[in-house]
Nanobody, 117 residues
Framework: VQLQASGGGLVQAGDSLRLSCAVS????????MGWFRQAPGKEREFVAT???????SYADSVKGRFTISRDNTKNTVYLQMDSLEPEDTAVYYC????????????WGQGTQVTVSS
């Protein structure tokens, strides 16, 4: 299983971006998927997850501004980010939970999101 994240960029506060994560393999619909981020000097943190039954979950800091979704026909998970804030600046990683446990065991390479004030 390989994950390829894309869609990052430099935007202004209040703008929107949509991140995509393409997943190789035949079992995408069986995976829980997630987005995480890591800002400079900080630890990686949870942003959003979506279960294989399409149930989303969000960090409080992004709730109401970000939307996670998945398209099982395209093996892709998305993160729609609206009303971006400078505090959202980070490298964003997508991850897959391929087993029956709770850990995300496969990670993509990350895409940079920079929000200027």
């Amino acid at each position: 299983v390989q994950l390829q994240a894309s869609g990052g960029g430099l935007v202004q506060a209040g703008d929107s971006l949509r991140l995509s994560c393409a997943v190789s393999g035949r079992s995408f619909s069986n995976y829980g998927m997630g987005w995480f981020r890591q800002a400079p000097g900080k630890e990686r943190e949870f942003v959003a997850t979506i279960s294989r039954s399409n149930i989303p979950s969000y960090a409080d800091s992004v709730k109401g501004r970000f939307t996670i979704s998945r398209d099982n026909t395209k093996n892709t998970v998305y993160l729609q980010m609206d009303s971006l804030e400078p505090e959202d600046t980070a490298v964003y990683y997508c991850a897959a939970r391929t087993g029956s446990g709770l850990l995300f065991d496969v990670w993509g390479q990350g895409t940079q999101v920079t929000v200027s004030s």
